[in-house]
């Protein structure tokens, strides 16, 4: 499947809409001045800001306003809500990256700390699973991955990216969320759809140690530029009235839950976590199908997961058991 890829705002693009941020009435000129540069650079460059999922007014004699002031990530707040767990992160904020997992695998790689956290105001080539892309707009979204370093191997993670799931629960729910549930691996419902996407990508040996970025897409307040191209129903946290100001206060609390899980499951692996997986389960006990990799479906009722977080299907020929790779898990 061919990934999807945006282009970048420029830089000039970033510091007008800093000025813009605030929601405001600026002046074409007044922009100019303050930046050093012609009134015709700044309307080039603020030309196509809605392909970011901006919408921006221009008016004849006033100049320009954001529909939507902008909510700019900011290191000292999201640790700020992030409580003991800021102890253990190294937050850097980037204004755009083609993607935050591919840029932290590198860093990784290059030995970044565990606890390392890439938070990107712009993502122009967001990954998915399989391959698939992950989109978001300019300041509308989460769009962050921290790695996450064990002693153990690769082969002992298997479950971690449903205790991601249960992290994001467990932040949602301190947000006042309540009706979030999971998808069998690692989606975030909300009732009308897709609220946030997890992808996992390890580094490291079988028998350890073992590296694992952690990468986090959640929908904040999903414009309809963005919303057109996802293929599913998406939803988005404004939908559960909690307004896009509270960005940096969402991030910190994601990130406070996610180094508690990556806690205990350094130490006890993802069985203790699993009945609290399994109650926020969605398909829990109800008819679904499985789709393989070789375009093959399977129905069956959700029996839960293994200690090592496989799903358990019970099928017209008895239990069944999948790992993650390659399945996905739909309604029926
Ligand atoms: P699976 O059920 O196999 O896990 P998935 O289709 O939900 O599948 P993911 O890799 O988790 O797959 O996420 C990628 C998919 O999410 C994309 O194919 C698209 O359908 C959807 N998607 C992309 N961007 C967004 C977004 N901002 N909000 C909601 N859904 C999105």
Known sequence: MKQAEYDTPKPLTFSLLRLLADGEFHSGEEMAHSLGLSRASVHNALQDVGRYGITLHSVRGRGYQLAQPLHWLDAAQIAGHAGEARDSLHLEILDHAASSNALLLQRATQGAASGTVLAVEWQSAGRGRLGRTWHSGLGNALTFSMLWRFECGLAALSGLSL??????????????????GLKWPNDVLLPDGKLA????????????????????????????QTREHIEQAASDLAACGIPLQQRN??????????VAVMREFAANGF?????????????QQRPAKLLLPDGKCIEGVVRGVTAEGALRLETAHGMQVFNAGEVSLRRV
């Open 249 to 258: 206060r969402v991030m910190g609390l994601l990130l406070k839950h996610l």
């Open 271 to 283: 069985a203790p976590l699993r009945a609290e997986w399994e109650n926020d389960h969605l398909f």
């Open 197 to 224: 996407g997890i992808l996992l990508e390890a580094q490291g040996d079988m028998l350890g140690p073992s590296a694992v970025v952690i990468g986090i897409g959640m929908n904040l307040a999903l414009p309809p």
């Open 163 to 180: 205790g991601v799931g249960v992290a994001m629960l467990r932040a949602l729910h301190e947000l006042g969320v309540q009706d979030a």
